[in-house]
């Protein structure tokens, strides 16, 4: 590695993967910085930038602790940062993400938080630009399931798909006074639902500022659109929705275009004190308080 200092910055420029095993509970694990920090990323094999992981059983690793740094990619490396704990006999909780920032990165997630990494929150954690999904949050193969997780403020933007992707399993997760703007997918893709979203704003993403499929529960969201972003909430319910005191707003000629909600599947949809259009399968009953 290479530091470079450039005004408050220290641009450190790695060409390849950084990596952290924690091969016992007493392992330290040392954060990429505790200052402000730009890591820029040369890599063009495809290789992840800076990697954390729990691969061996029966360890506890508490209070990790990443704060105040950008990952800079150029679109051929892999993901940003990942998290990992694949296994079910290991642990990464209690952890906190603070003012992290990722983005150009080619991977599929930018900031990719996988496998047991449970009961842990995200501060001010952005990403921007990153060639698939801006956020990833996974259950992992071998057995480790993220979980209970916190999303606190941040930004997603422009990313090229999602910004922030729930998948294989993922759903336990709330997301506080997040905004997500212009990414080419969902403001959020939730395969399997998600727990609650609050005071959350989506802003001209690719047809609809959060997707999922069988439950999810959101209170005082804002949709608004010019014409990218036709649903705040799109879902296939497999259980109960909750649409409370949202609001939409179309804007440049797409005053009439924008809608509440569309949802299929079979369950149901409760609305309060939220107005717009709702597109409703016959199969969904709509409850409006």
């Avoid at 059983?57 to 990443?66: A, E, F, N, S, T």
């Avoid at 005191?245 to 949802?263: D, H, P």
Wanted: aromatic share 8%.
């Amino acid at each position: 590695m290479k530091l470079e200092i450039e005004g408050n910055f220290t641009d450190v420029v790695l060409d390849g993967n950084v990596l952290y095993p924690v091969s016992s509970s007493s392992t330290p694990v040392p954060p990429p910085a505790q200052m402000t920090a730009v890591f820029k990323s040369t890599i063009i094999n495809g290789a992840d930038v800076i990697t954390y992981q729990v691969t061996q059983p029966g360890i506890d690793v508490r209070y990790l602790q990443l704060e105040g740094f950008l990952v800079a990619g150029n679109g051929k490396e892999g993901t940003g940062l990942k998290v990992t704990c694949p296994l079910n006999t290991s642990w990464i909780y209690g952890s906190v993400l603070r003012d992290v920032e990722v983005e150009g990165c080619g991977g599929v997630h930018g900031l990719w938080l996988n496998g047991s990494v449970f009961e842990s929150s995200l501060f001010n954690v952005c990403s921007d630009g990153n060639r698939q999904n801006g956020v990833g949050l996974s259950h992992d193969a071998a057995g480790g399931e993220v979980s209970a997780l916190a999303i606190f403020g941040g930004t997603h933007r422009k990313n090229g798909m999602a910004g922030i992707a729930a998948v294989a399993g993922a759903r336990d997760f709330k997301c506080f006074g997040t905004y997500f703007v212009e990414n080419k997918g969902q403001g959020i893709w939730a395969e399997q639902g998600f727990t609650l979203l609050q005071g959350c704003g989506f802003e001209n993403n690719g047809g609809v500022g959060v997707q999922f499929q069988n439950y999810g529960h959101m209170i005082g969201c804002t949709g608004s659109s010019f014409g990218p972003q036709v649903y705040l909430a799109q879902g296939y319910l497999a259980g109960d929705a909750t649409i409370m005191a949202c609001e939409i707003e179309g804007y440049s000629g797409f005053e009439a275009g924008i809608k509440l909600a569309k949802m299929d599947g079979n369950g149901t949809l409760t609305v309060s004190a939220s107005k717009g259009t709702i597109d409703a399968a016959a199969t969904v009953t709509v409850k409006t308080l």
